[in-house]
């Protein structure tokens, strides 16, 4: 069993009953948040999906970081393959009792993965040029969406806090500790499912120096600062769709 699986009481729904198939590393990633109107945002979602809130506002999250050890269960990190950055631009909706992510858009640096994830989990995914560079106080994160239309961020971000957990009931913990993603393929709904322990959250600052990421999906974001977390690191295994 991985160590994983025996951390569950955070989860707010049971874990699959059948294998994970996939393990991957999130490294440095930042969750820049602006609150939206669900009237507006609401023209932006399939039609099948119920959006989700707090306190009558909906949010939408624009999330750098870079992976590591992308791997298919029983099979080695393999070189080329298994270490790449990615960008969602991601909101927030619940299925059946089961809050989870709706992504906007995926951009990442591995042709094959973008082949992948549109292939077998209908999402999203764009081929980017991207780079990040890792220092002791801040990262460097830059990404240009090769093809699909304009779709660019150059930012600067780092943690501000020591490491905590978000408590439930907070704005934090609905944002951050969802445990599956959907998708609408063909009119139909579908989920994959996630497992993790609980995000290792620090408090963030960022500046972004260009940010055309949610414009890219239609979504106009308003002038204000966005609520930003920081993760250092995280190992997470994944479900089929």
């Known amino acids: 069993m991985h160590p994983a699986l025996k951390v569950v009481e955070h989860r707010p729904f049971a874990l699959p009953d059948e294998p994970w198939i996939m393990k ?3 490294n440095d990633l930042l969750f820049a948040h602006w609150p939206l109107s669900p009237q507006y945002l609401r023209q932006f979602i399939p039609a099948q999906l119920p959006l989700d809130t707090f306190d009558g506002q909906a ?6 970081f870079h992976m590591t050890g992308v791997r298919p269960r029983g099979v080695p990190p393999l070189p080329g393959l298994s270490a790449f950055p990615e960008l969602n631009v991601r909101t927030y909706v619940t299925v059946g009792g089961k809050p989870g992510v709706f992504f906007f858009s995926l951009d990442c640096a591995n042709r094959p993965a ?10 999203p995914y764009f081929k980017a040029r991207m780079s990040v560079t ?8 830059s990404s240009q969406r090769a093809a699909g239309g304009p779709a660019e961020l150059h930012a600067t971000y780092g943690a501000t806090s020591r490491v905590f957990r978000a408590r439930p009931g907070s704005l934090e913990h609905f944002l951050i500790e969802r445990y599956c993603l959907y998708t609408v393929h063909q009119e139909k709904i579908y989920r994959a499912e996630i497992h993790h322990v609980p995000w290792p959250l620090q408090n963030a600052r960022a500046t972004f120096a260009v ?3 949610a414009a890219a999906a239609g979504v106009a974001l308003p002038d204000t600062d966005p609520l930003l977390h920081f993760a250092k690191h995280l190992e997470v295994l994944i479900w089929p769709l």
């Open 24 to 26: 991957q590393e999130w």
């Open 134 to 141: 890792v220092g002791q106080q801040e990262i460097v994160y």
């Open 211 to 213: 940010n055309t990421m």
């Open 114 to 123: 973008v082949w992948a994830a549109r292939t077998f989990y209908h999402l």
């Open 59 to 64: 949010w939408i999250a624009v999330t750098p």
